[in-house]
């Protein structure tokens, strides 16, 4: 049974980092898009970085380029996401997703997920 790990959320003030990880176990296959989504309002979720753990390839929404960085370790199966020059309009529940095959920006095309993990930028 596929699982993802999620741990690394928190508190910082504006223009601080943090680092979220997620560890991936279970999976078979060798084509696998694994990303950070976070909540929309209205029940939304926006991919934020996504990347290929095969290709190393990597796509980011536009309101994090720049910021952001994805990056994975194939040996630990784990993902990570560090966040630089934080903004209160970050605070958000991150969540970690995959999905087989390549890397799509719509968050219903994944199938598996994580808990969540809270991170809150104050001004």
């Known amino acids: 049974q596929v699982q993802l790990v999620e741990s690394g959320g928190g508190s910082v003030q504006a223009g601080g980092s943090l680092r979220l990880s997620c560890a991936a176990s279970?999976?078979?296959?060798?084509?696998?898009?694994m990303g950070w989504f976070r909540q929309l309002p209205g029940n939304e979720r926006e991919g934020v970085a996504l990347i290929s753990i095969n290709t190393e390839n990597t796509r980011y929404a536009e309101s994090v380029k720049g910021r952001f960085t994805i990056s994975r370790d194939y040996a630990k199966n784990t993902v990570y996401l560090q966040m630089n020059s934080l903004k209160p309009e970050d605070s958000d529940m991150y969540y970690c997703?995959?999905?087989?095959?390549?890397?799509?920006?719509?968050?219903?095309?994944?199938?598996?997920w994580g808990q969540g993990t809270q991170v809150t930028v104050s001004s």
């Open positions: 279970g999976y078979t296959h060798s084509t696998i898009c």
């Open positions: 997703a995959a999905r087989v095959g390549s890397c799509l920006k719509a968050a219903n095309t994944y199938d598996t």
